[in-house]
Every structure is written in C-alpha cells, then in structure tokens.
C-alpha cells in the first residue's frame, strides 16, 4: 500500500524558511514522479512543483518560482520543499503527491499524503 | 481566478444525475488529459477519473468523465448523501509548464 507522510509544517514569521519532508513507502519510490500539491485554508487546490525520478526535471508554479525548491533523496525514499522568503499567502496544507508515471512524465496525481499545514504569519 | 473553470457549487437529490463542468482553453484541456479529483470533507483528495475518462480501480462505475475540444465534464449518477464533497478538475497546461486545477465544485446532496 502507497504510503506518504509529510512532515515539517509549522507557524513562521513572513520572510522565514521552512524545509517539508514526504516520507513515501509501499512502492519503487525511484522510479515515480512526485509533486506538492497545496491548499490554502477554505479554497481550492494549487499545484506547486514537480520533480522527476532522478531530478533531472523539475517545474514550479509561478507563485512559487525563485522561491521554492523541490528535491529528493532516492536513497531514502523521500521528497523535500525547501521553502524560503515565504509570505502569508503561502499559508496552506501541502501535500505530497505520487505521480502515476514513471520517468520524467507526468500522468496525474495518483496518491496523496495527509498533508502538512504551514502557517506564515507574524 | 483559477485557470480551469468551474461552478463553484452543485447540487441533487439521493439517486439522480449531476453534471460538474470543466472549461479550460487550447493549452490545457484541448492538448492534455483531463484528471478529476474528490475531495471529502478533512480528508486529502482522491482521484475518481484520468485521461478524460478513466476510472482507477475502486471508484465506482456512476462516476463518468468526458472530454470535448476545450471542455470536461464530471457525471455523478445514482446520487448519494457520500458523494457529497469538493470535486475539482486539473490538466497540464503547455503554455505555463505546470499543472493548473479548477476552481472546485462543491457538490450538495439534499
């Protein structure tokens, strides 16, 4: 069973840093694209990045570009967001997400974790 | 203002037919699949439909996706009091190189 836990949300002041962390199990975590996915309280879904199984491809929404940076760690079968110069609209539930497909493709989002929640505010 | 457009909001009695909708433009829906998503109430989303009209096993056969030119629709028959939460569609768009959502549909069950 695909498992993934986020980890690493908490409250921080505008213009901090925070790292999240995704622990993935239950599958090749290797060979799969993964993403974050976020949802402010009360709205709706916005995509915020995506990494390919060796990193070599990585794409970020525009709000998050500069900002943001995905990684992962094959070895470990985990999934990173540096977060940095955050602001209050940053403020959301992010998940992590398993991509159906293998490679450097992105399919659809075929799992999710439970999510973590990042306030940001002073 | 979301990329993808839907109603905000939906509705039906136990056992009928609703509709959900999904409007996007040539970058998006008209040259990549089209993905649907439910999303429960405290719960993380789920997805019910890819490539426009697939169903991953265990999502049950009253839900129906399809596509047509630039728009996308969620059919939900047999309506249930569980159906009741956030539905939203999603597609890569080729002009921004990333993934974009609708606005969300929050369905009712009366």
């Known amino acids: 069973e695909v498992q993934l836990v986020e980890s690493g949300g908490v409250a921080v002041q505008p213009g901090g840093s925070l790292r999240l962390s995704c622990a993935a199990s239950?599958?090749?975590?290797?060979?799969?694209?993964m993403h974050w996915v976020r949802q402010a309280p009360g709205r709706g879904l916005e995509w915020v990045s995506y990494?390919?199984?060796?990193?070599?491809?990585?794409y970020y929404s525009d709000s998050v570009r500069g900002r943001f940076a995905i990684s992962r760690d094959n070895s470990k079968s985990s999934l990173f967001l540096q977060m940095n110069s955050l602001r209050s609209e940053d403020t959301a539930f992010y998940y992590c997400?398993?991509?159906?497909?293998?490679?450097?493709?992105?399919?659809?989002?075929?799992?999710w974790g439970q999510g973590t929640l990042v306030t940001v505010s002073s | 203002q979301s990329v993808l457009t839907q109603p905000p909001s939906a509705s039906g009695t136990p056992g009928q037919k609703v509709t959900i909708s999904c409007s996007g433009s040539?970058?998006?829906?008209?040259?990549?699949?089209v993905s649907w998503y439910q999303q429960l109430p405290g719960t993380a989303p789920k997805v019910l439909i890819y490539?426009?009209?697939q169903r991953p096993s265990g999502v049950p056969d009253r839900f129906f996706g399809s596509k047509s030119g630039t728009s996308a629709s969620l059919v939900i028959s047999g309506l249930r009091s569980a159906d009741e939460a956030d539905y939203y569609c999603?597609?890569?768009?080729?002009?921004?190189?990333?993934?974009?959502f609708g606005g969300g549909t929050r369905l009712t069950v009366l």
């Open positions: 997400t398993k991509d159906y497909c293998r490679g450097s493709t992105s399919c659809y989002f075929e799992s």
């Open positions: 239950g599958f090749n975590f290797d060979v799969y694209t």
């Open positions: 990494i390919s199984m060796d990193g070599s491809t990585i």
């Open positions: 040539s970058p998006n829906i008209g040259s990549n699949y």
């Open positions: 490539r426009d009209n």
């Open positions: 999603a597609g890569w768009d080729d002009s921004v190189n990333g993934w974009v």
